[in-house]
């Protein structure tokens, strides 16, 4: 009786460009994180923590939003004031394409450049060339390397065809990757003997398996779920203390106040049986409601 | 499109243009567009006050309700120029859209006539969007609960808000659910509403954990009665009181009394809770309009302050 739910929304609309070819395409999300959030509360009166921001050369002050800007740490404690303007200025015009520049094996990139993946679904006008796009990586068993801006930020990325749709995977580019040669105790300096070799072989043997995702599971996220649940379920749940301040935002807060008024209402039809009690407040509205129902005929 | 002619009918002086009065829009039970267009005419007298100043969303199965239906909440171009409109900002569509305002006899019939079922009016009129006229819930059951845990919801609900020194009154959904109504008729806005309707509802749910939800999602509905409380919303629409529903057979969403829903859990008997056209029509001259004080009972929201309720 309520007007449709919405569903899965787009995250982002543009167009692939590819050669002369531009194919208009929604992103999708592809990958729903499932992270346990815990807010932060005080523990006398469960009342969620507040982050200030804070001078520590004026301490008892709180800042506010107009005297904040953003500084780049250039040295130790010597700054570049930036202004939002001026990064504005220089800010990718992003012109709302995923623009192609090669073709490449999908062998050849190492998963580490990968970062976030998102479903490519084209818009109806799209549907031929996104086709035709996608027939050709199939066939050649290449993917499409890419430059995009999504959300103001230039990202590189790969489309890849996954089952029988397409994928873009936003990419890292090669300078934020952190060279193996670089990390302390890289290298590792110890003689193998063939026999040890051998074993460790057969054990791999013996495990090997088809990958399959569904078998492994976050263990320790659904111990942590089973936890809450079962102290919800216990009623262990704590409400927050209200300020004078703050009005109610959500029914979760009235919960409590409905259930002791209505505690109230109910002990005092008990004690003495007035017309506060549910029974002689009920007969007492019927009777004011009645004429209304009979009064009128159609 | 078949070729049946056009037959024009006038209504209180306007002229209303009929097509295709033998279609057959309830194909279970053989009832036509025609007979659509008759119980609207005959309700009317007391549908039309309760639609007055309120913009409505058309709910058209222009091929019967085993069909496809689209919402239609744009008045349509092609309206006749006595047809009233109400400029209503639309959150979807993000800008002001002209919606129908049900103001005469004629109007019905013509909205019937375009295959539009049921009518679902916002819980606010047009003059004054942001301020409803009443707040609403929605007993929906999950199977395999049913029509008489929705009354029993529904009379423990009416019992809390009691307490709380609110009448309410309920309607039949025309399907398996029961729709409560607290008439309002004074200054509250929709936060208002909405967070003290799903107070409630959590409250029942704390109640009944095992009977009673207050969650939307399907997989906690299963064998529950879902109290539907999140239609308290400024672009929220909800079931006229003597609407038409697109059930397999034709139904009305029909007041009734605290003392009938009583009887029905008493007896156990479903079937008092759903009313056809003509079992709507026959209540109405008997009863007259049950839902009248929905009209003009001025009721305000218990306050709330400190964590403390003050009713009265």
Redesign the interface.
């Known amino acids: 009786?309520?007007?449709?739910k919405p569903t899965s929304r787009p995250v982002w609309s543009g167009a692939i460009s590819f050669g002369l070819i531009s194919i208009p395409i929604r992103l999708y999300t592809a990958i729903r994180e499932k992270r346990l959030h815990f807010r932060t509360l005080h523990d006398q009166d469960k009342m969620p923590l507040k982050q200030k921001m804070i001078c520590p050369a004026h301490p008892t002050k709180e800042v506010s939003a107009e005297h904040m800007v953003k500084g780049y740490e250039i040295e130790k404690d010597r700054f570049v004031v930036v202004k939002p303007a001026e990064l504005d200025a220089v800010a990718p015009k992003g012109g709302k394409a995923i623009e192609i520049q090669d073709f490449v094996e999908l062998a050849q990139i190492d998963p580490l450049f990968f970062d976030k993946p998102y479903h490519v679904v084209p818009k109806a006008e799209g549907a031929k060339p996104f086709k035709l796009l996608l027939a050709v990586m199939q066939q050649t068993q290449r993917v499409a390397i890419a430059k995009v801006v999504l959300w103001g930020r230039e990202n590189l990325a790969a489309l890849r065809p996954l089952d029988d749709g397409m994928v873009l995977e936003t990419m890292h580019f090669s300078d934020e990757v952190v060279p193996a040669q670089s990390v302390p105790g890289h290298e590792v300096n110890a003689k193998l003997d063939s026999r040890e070799m051998k074993m460790a072989l057969s054990l791999v043997d013996s495990l090997t398996a088809d990958f399959d995702p569904s078998r492994y599971h976050d263990d320790y996220r659904e111990k942590v779920l089973e936890l809450i649940h079962k102290k919800a379920e216990g009623q262990e749940i704590v409400t927050r203390?209200?300020t004078?301040e703050d009005a109610?935002?959500?029914?979760?807060?009235?919960?409590?106040?409905?259930?002791?008024?209505?505690a109230q209402?109910?002990g005092a039809a008990k004690s003495n049986g007035r017309a506060n009690g549910?029974p002689a407040?009920?007969s007492a509205?019927?009777a004011r409601?009645a004429p209304?129902?009979?009064?009128?005929?159609? | 499109m078949s070729a049946a002619p056009a037959s024009a009918v006038t209504i209180e002086g306007r002229e209303v243009r009929f097509t295709n009065l033998d279609k057959v829009l309830y194909p279970a039970a053989g009832f036509t567009k025609g007979e659509v267009i008759d119980y609207y005419r005959k309700i009317a007298p007391v549908l039309l006050p309760h639609l007055k100043g309120h913009a409505l969303t058309l709910k058209r199965y222009p091929n019967g309700v085993d069909q496809p239906f689209f919402y239609e909440k744009r008045c349509p171009v092609h309206r006749p120029d006595w047809v009233k409109t109400a400029s209503v900002w639309s959150d979807t569509n993000n800008e002001n859209i002209d919606f129908c305002v049900a103001a005469d006899a004629a109007t019905l019939a013509w909205m019937a006539n375009l295959a539009s079922l049921e009518i679902h009016p916002l819980l606010s009129r047009a003059d004054k969007p942001d301020r409803p006229t009443a707040m609403v819930f929605d007993f929906d059951p999950g199977p395999p609960a049913g029509a008489l845990d929705c009354v029993q919801a529904a009379l423990k609900m009416h019992e809390i808000l009691d307490h709380l020194g609110l009448q309410s009154f309920a309607k039949t959904s025309g399907g398996k659910g029961i729709h409560l109504w607290i008439p309002l008729n004074t200054p509250v806005t929709f936060a208002q509403t909405k967070q003290f309707s799903h107070g409630v509802a959590l409250l029942m749910e704390r109640q009944s954990p095992a009977e009673i939800t207050s969650n939307m999602s399907k997989s906690a509905r299963g064998g529950k009665v879902f109290i539907d409380w999140s239609q308290n919303d400024s672009h929220k629409t909800t079931a006229a009181v003597y609407s038409l529903r697109a059930r397999e057979t034709p139904s009305v969403s029909t007041p009734i009394s605290w003392d009938e829903m009583r009887l029905a859990a008493k007896k156990k008997d479903p079937a008092r809770l759903v009313f056809t056209p003509a079992q709507a029509l026959a209540r109405v001259k008997k009863l007259g309009d049950l839902f009248e004080p929905v009209l003009k009972l001025k009721q305000k929201l218990p306050k709330f302050d400190a964590g403390h309720i003050h009713v009265g």
Do not use: Q
């Open positions: 009786m309520s007007e449709s203390a209200t004078e109610p935002k959500s029914g979760h807060d009235l919960v409590a106040a409905l259930e002791a008024s209505l209402a109910k549910r407040v009920h509205r019927s409601v209304h129902h009979r009064r009128r005929s159609a």
